[in-house]
C-alpha cells in the first residue's frame, strides 16, 4: 500500500505535536492524526517542572526543560511561557529534609535550586502563610499548552495535519473510523489515554484530576506553588489524594490543584473534591477565602503502573512508537520525549540500534513484559528500577505535576 | 406572599450538587438546598452581537440600559440612540424617556412590512395592541441597524444602515439588543435537555429529568403573559392539582402563537451577523477577536487556541454571538455556574483533617 507520509503520529496534544516538529525537523514528512476528543494537554496546568522521583524521570525533565529554554525565544506571546520557577513548600522539620534530599538530587543532576529559609520564603511569596522553608528550583515555568502544541504543527511544511479518530493501530498502519487503513513508514503512538484503546497491551489507566481557576486580580503569587509533601496527601472519603498546588497565571489567575482519583473514569466535577482542593489551599493562601472562583474542571491523566512513560519501539510490533503514559508530565517532558523518538526513528533507519552512552530505549526484560514496562527512556546502571529515595513499601505516589482542562 | 413560601432574595444557584441538592449564594455565605420538586424559572438574557465599537463605553443593550436606569443611573438630556430588535426596543426608549434621555432613534432591524404585517395581526392580543400603542414613538425606524459604534474614548455616535442607505447619528449613549435568549445554563447542569436553545418541556411543563418543572422564558421566549400562565401551570402540577390545568393550558397555547409570531415578524436579518469585522472584540471578558476565531474548528478548539469564552461570564455572552455569527455550538455549562466566592465552596466538603 502506498505510503501517505514517512511517518502518522496518532495525537496532536503536546506529546503527538512535538514528536511531528521533532520528526520534521529531521527531514521526515509527518501527517499528524487527531480526533480532537479531550485530552490532557487541553486539561492541565502547563507547569513546566523537573521532577526527581525517579532518577529516569530525572533525567527526562532536566533534558527537556533545557529543551523547551532553547524554543522559548521562537514561542508565540499566546503560548504565555513565564519562567516563574517553582517553590516548593515545607511546613515543618519532617518537611525540611524532604527539601533537603530534593536539593541533593537536583544539585547531583545540575539543576540549580535555593534552599529558602523561613523568613526568606516569606519575603518571596508574602501571601503564603508561615511555613519551615522552601526549596526554590528558578528554572521552572509555566506555558499554555494548546497554544503551544497548535504552533509546533503549523513549524513545518512537512507536517500535514488532519482531523480524523483513528480506530485501529496495526505496526505501520492505522485504521480510520471510515474503515480506510493509512500506511507509512512508522506510526507514533501520542494518543494519550486513548492510546490504551488502540494499543490494548498497554497497561494504562486513568488518574482523574480536578483544577481551579479564580478571576482575575492583582498579583498575589510569583512561583508556582507546590507542597514538598505532595505524595504524602491523606486519602479523603471521596477517594482523592489531594495536595498544594498553585499557579499564577499571566492573566492574574490563579490555577489550584490538585488531586488524584483512581478507577474514575468520568469527566464530572465533583463537588466533595472541589472542597478538598480550596481547603488545602486556604491552608497555604489563607488570603484567597474573598478571591471568586469562575471554573472548575477536570481531566484524566494516563499513568502507567509506575508512573513513568513509555518512549520507544514498541517491542512486538515493528514500526509502531511509543509516546504514552506521561501521567501529569507531558507538558515539561514533551520535548525530550519527541527528541528520543526522533533520535531512535532515525537510527531505525539506519538499521543501527540507537544506544548512545547517556540513555537508550531498552528491550523488555525477559517476563517483565508490561507488568513492569521497561521499553522507555531510561538511565542505565539503574537496574533495580527502585529509586534509592524510595522508602520500602511506600505505594508509589508519583509527585505529578498537576493537571486540568482549560 | 403566603405564610408557608420561604423568599431568599439576592441569592443565587452556585453550583449543583447532586440530582436534588443545590449550593446557594448570597452576600453573606452558603448554604445547601435539597428538594424534592424543583420548579426553574431561570428566565432569559439578553442577545448581545458584536459590531465595530460595541465595547465602546456608552454603548450598552437595550434591556442593559432600562436595567441601569431602575438601578439608579443618570440618563437625564443624554441623547440616545435604542436599537436591534424586539419589543424591548419600544420598553426601553421609553423607559429612558421617563427619565429624562432624549430618545434620537429607536432603529428596528426587522423590515417594515414585516411590522405591519404584525401589526395587522395585534387585534388578536388588545392588550398587546394597546401597549404598542402606548409605546409608539415617531423616532421608531424599521428595517434599520447599527453597523457601528463610534467614538475615540467613549460613544460619540452611531453610523447607521437602512437598505443601501447610511448615516451617522451623534448620541451620547446606544442601547443595542438583538431579543432574548432564555438561560438554560442550571437546566442543563441538572440533566434536563433543551430544544432549540430553550429548557425541553412537555405541556405539564416537565423537563426530562421527572423531578424538576420549568416554566417562564427559560422555556422558550414568550412574553410576560405566556411567562405567567407557564408558571401557574408548573405550579399546579408539582403541588398536584391537574384538575385544574386545563383552562391554563388553553391560555398558554394562545400566547404561544403570540410568541411564534414575534418570533417570524424579528427574525434576524443575516447581514446583522456580518457586521462585525476581524478586530472586533467577540469575548469582552479575554478581550479575543473575531479574526482570533474564524478557521477554528468549533468553540471547544476556539476555546483552547484563543482563551475565547475563559472569562468571568463563561461565554454566557459570547458563546451566544459565536452561535449567530459562526454556527458554533454554545459550551456546555461548568462548574460553578457562576463566579462563587472560595469560602462560598467550603461547604462542598466536611473537613476531614
Known amino acids: 500500500m502506498k505510503s501517505v507520509a514517512e511517518v502518522l503520529v496518532?495525537?496532536?496534544?503536546?506529546?503527538?505535536?512535538?514528536?511531528?516538529?521533532?520528526?520534521?525537523?529531521?527531514?521526515?514528512?509527518?501527517?499528524?492524526?487527531?480526533?480532537?476528543?479531550?485530552?490532557?494537554?487541553?486539561?492541565?496546568?502547563?507547569?513546566?517542572?523537573?521532577?526527581?522521583?525517579?532518577?529516569?524521570?530525572?533525567?527526562?525533565?532536566?533534558?527537556?526543560?533545557?529543551?523547551?529554554?532553547?524554543?522559548?525565544?521562537?514561542?508565540?506571546?499566546?503560548?504565555?511561557?513565564?519562567?516563574?520557577?517553582?517553590?516548593?513548600?515545607?511546613?515543618?522539620?519532617?518537611?525540611?529534609?524532604?527539601?533537603?534530599?530534593?536539593?541533593?538530587?537536583?544539585?547531583?543532576?545540575?539543576?540549580?535550586?535555593?534552599?529558602?529559609?523561613?523568613?526568606?520564603?516569606?519575603?518571596?511569596?508574602?501571601?503564603?502563610?508561615?511555613?519551615?522553608?522552601?526549596?526554590?528550583?528558578?528554572?521552572?515555568?509555566?506555558?499554555?499548552?494548546?497554544?503551544?502544541?497548535?504552533?509546533?504543527?503549523?513549524?513545518?511544511?512537512?507536517?500535514?495535519?488532519?482531523?480524523?479518530?483513528?480506530?485501529?493501530?496495526?505496526?505501520?498502519?492505522?485504521?480510520?473510523?471510515?474503515?480506510?487503513?493509512?500506511?507509512?513508514?512508522?506510526?507514533?503512538?501520542?494518543?494519550?489515554?486513548?492510546?490504551?484503546?488502540?494499543?490494548?497491551?498497554?497497561?494504562?489507566?486513568?488518574?482523574?484530576?480536578?483544577?481551579?481557576?479564580?478571576?482575575?486580580?492583582?498579583?498575589?503569587?510569583?512561583?508556582?506553588?507546590?507542597?514538598?509533601?505532595?505524595?504524602?496527601?491523606?486519602?479523603?472519603?471521596?477517594?482523592?489524594?489531594?495536595?498544594?498546588?498553585?499557579?499564577?497565571?499571566?492573566?492574574?489567575?490563579?490555577?489550584?490543584?490538585?488531586?488524584?482519583?483512581?478507577?474514575?473514569?468520568?469527566?464530572?466535577?465533583?463537588?466533595?473534591?472541589?472542597?478538598?482542593?480550596?481547603?488545602?489551599?486556604?491552608?497555604?493562601?489563607?488570603?484567597?477565602?474573598?478571591?471568586?472562583?469562575?471554573?472548575?474542571?477536570?481531566?484524566?491523566?494516563?499513568?502507567?503502573?509506575?508512573?513513568?512513560?513509555?518512549?520507544?519501539?514498541?517491542?512486538?510490533?515493528?514500526?509502531?512508537?511509543?509516546?504514552?503514559?506521561?501521567?501529569?508530565?507531558?507538558?515539561?517532558?514533551?520535548?525530550?520525549?519527541?527528541?528520543?523518538?526522533?533520535?531512535?526513528?532515525?537510527?531505525?533507519?539506519?538499521?543501527?540500534?540507537?544506544?548512545?552512552?547517556?540513555?537508550?530505549?531498552?528491550?523488555?526484560?525477559?517476563?517483565?513484559?508490561?507488568?513492569?514496562?521497561?521499553?522507555?527512556?531510561?538511565?542505565?546502571?539503574?537496574?533495580?528500577?527502585?529509586?534509592?529515595?524510595?522508602?520500602?513499601?511506600?505505594e508509589r505516589q508519583s509527585r505529578r505535576a498537576p493537571f486540568g482542562r482549560r | 406572599m403566603p405564610a408557608d413560601v420561604t423568599l431568599l432574595t439576592q441569592t443565587r444557584v452556585a453550583a449543583v450538587l447532586g440530582s436534588h441538592q443545590l449550593l446557594l449564594e448570597d452576600a453573606h455565605g452558603s448554604r445547601t438546598l435539597s428538594f424534592d420538586t424543583l420548579i426553574l424559572c431561570t428566565g432569559a438574557r439578553e442577545l448581545l452581537l458584536p459590531f465595530p465599537g460595541w465595547t465602546l463605553p456608552g454603548v450598552t443593550g437595550a434591556g442593559g440600559l432600562q436595567a441601569l436606569i431602575k438601578g439608579g443611573v443618570e440618563v437625564a438630556a443624554e441623547r440616545l440612540v435604542v436599537a436591534g430588535t424586539g419589543p424591548l426596543l419600544l420598553a426601553s426608549a421609553a423607559t429612558a424617556r421617563q427619565a429624562g434621555a432624549r430618545v434620537a432613534l429607536v432603529a428596528e432591524q426587522a423590515a417594515r412590512r414585516a411590522l405591519v404585517e404584525f401589526g395587522l395581526q395585534l387585534w388578536r392580543w388588545p392588550n398587546k395592541l394597546r401597549q404598542a400603542l402606548t409605546l409608539a414613538t415617531p423616532r421608531y425606524s424599521p428595517g434599520t441597524w447599527v453597523e457601528a459604534a463610534l467614538g475615540s474614548e467613549r460613544l460619540e455616535a452611531v453610523r447607521l444602515r437602512q437598505g443601501d442607505r447610511r448615516w451617522e447619528v451623534a448620541c451620547d449613549r446606544l442601547a443595542c439588543g438583538y431579543g432574548l435568549v432564555p438561560n438554560v445554563e442550571l437546566a442543563q447542569s441538572l440533566g434536563c435537555a433543551t430544544l432549540d436553545g430553550a429548557v425541553a418541556v412537555d405541556d405539564h411543563q416537565r423537563t426530562s429529568q421527572p423531578h424538576i418543572l420549568a416554566a417562564g422564558e427559560c422555556t422558550g421566549i414568550g412574553g410576560n403573559e405566556l411567562a405567567q400562565a407557564t408558571g401557574r401551570i408548573a405550579g399546579l402540577v408539582a403541588s398536584d392539582q391537574l384538575d385544574a390545568i386545563a383552562g391554563v393550558q388553553t391560555e398558554a397555547r394562545a400566547w404561544r402563537r403570540f410568541a411564534a409570531q414575534l418570533a417570524r415578524t424579528f427574525a434576524l436579518n443575516p447581514a446583522i451577523a456580518r457586521l462585525a469585522q476581524p478586530d472586533t472584540l467577540v469575548c469582552r471578558c479575554e478581550d479575543v477577536a473575531l479574526g482570533a476565531l474564524v478557521g477554528h474548528a468549533d468553540w471547544t478548539q476556539a476555546k483552547l487556541r484563543s482563551r475565547c469564552g475563559m472569562g468571568a461570564c463563561q461565554g454566557r455572552i459570547c458563546g451566544q454571538a459565536t452561535r449567530m455569527l459562526l454556527g458554533w455550538t454554545p459550551p456546555a455549562p461548568r462548574f460553578p455556574l457562576q463566579p462563587t466566592r472560595i469560602d462560598s465552596l467550603l461547604a462542598l466538603t466536611e473537613d476531614e483533617r
Not at chain 1, 547531583?108 to 526554590?136: I, R
Not at chain 1, 478538598?276 to 489551599?281: D, I, N, S, T, V
Open chain 1, 10 to 394: 496518532v495525537g496532536a496534544g503536546i506529546i503527538g505535536a512535538s514528536c511531528a516538529a521533532a520528526l520534521a525537523a529531521c527531514g521526515c514528512r509527518v501527517r499528524v492524526l487527531d480526533a480532537g476528543l479531550p485530552g490532557a494537554s487541553a486539561a492541565g496546568m502547563g507547569h513546566l517542572v523537573v521532577m526527581d522521583d525517579d532518577p529516569a524521570e530525572l533525567t527526562l525533565s532536566a533534558r527537556s526543560l533545557a529543551l523547551w529554554r532553547e524554543l522559548v525565544p521562537q514561542l508565540p506571546s499566546a503560548a504565555d511561557y513565564r519562567n516563574c520557577g517553582t517553590l516548593w513548600l515545607a511546613r515543618d522539620a519532617a518537611e525540611l529534609d524532604l527539601i533537603d534530599a530534593k536539593r541533593q538530587r537536583l544539585d547531583a543532576q545540575g539543576v540549580a535550586n535555593q534552599p529558602l529559609n523561613a523568613a526568606a520564603t516569606a519575603a518571596a511569596e508574602p501571601a503564603l502563610t508561615t511555613l519551615a522553608g522552601s526549596l526554590e528550583v528558578p528554572g521552572d515555568g509555566l506555558l499554555y499548552a494548546p497554544v503551544v502544541a497548535a504552533w509546533l504543527l503549523q513549524r513545518s511544511p512537512l507536517i500535514e495535519f488532519q482531523r480524523a479518530r483513528v480506530t485501529a493501530v496495526e505496526g505501520r498502519r492505522v485504521r480510520l473510523d471510515d474503515g480506510r487503513w493509512l500506511t507509512a513508514d512508522a506510526v507514533v503512538l501520542a494518543a494519550g489515554l486513548q492510546a490504551a484503546s488502540l494499543c490494548p497491551d498497554l497497561p494504562l489507566v486513568p488518574k482523574k484530576g480536578h483544577l481551579l481557576i479564580t478571576d482575575r486580580y492583582p498579583e498575589q503569587v510569583r512561583h508556582q506553588l507546590v507542597e514538598i509533601g505532595y505524595g504524602a496527601s491523606a486519602h479523603a472519603s471521596s477517594g482523592a489524594s489531594v495536595a498544594f498546588n498553585v499557579q499564577p497565571r499571566p492573566t492574574g489567575q490563579l490555577l489550584i490543584g490538585s488531586s488524584r482519583q483512581f478507577e474514575r473514569p468520568d469527566m464530572a466535577v465533583e463537588p466533595a473534591v472541589v472542597g478538598q482542593l480550596l481547603r488545602r489551599a486556604l491552608d497555604f493562601l489563607p488570603g484567597l477565602t474573598h478571591t471568586s472562583l469562575i471554573r472548575g474542571w477536570t481531566g484524566q491523566r494516563a499513568a502507567s503502573p509506575d508512573g513513568l512513560p513509555l518512549i520507544g519501539a514498541h517491542p512486538d510490533q515493528p514500526g509502531l512508537w511509543l509516546a504514552v503514559g506521561h501521567e501529569g508530565l507531558g507538558v515539561t517532558t514533551a520535548p525530550a520525549t519527541a527528541e528520543a523518538i526522533a533520535r531512535g526513528y532515525s537510527a531505525s533507519l539506519r538499521r543501527s540500534t540507537w544506544n548512545p552512552s547517556h540513555r537508550r530505549v531498552s528491550r523488555p526484560r525477559r517476563g517483565a513484559r508490561y507488568a513492569d514496562p521497561v521499553y522507555r527512556w531510561r538511565t542505565p546502571g539503574d537496574p533495580s528500577r527502585q529509586p534509592a529515595h524510595r522508602r520500602a513499601g511506600q
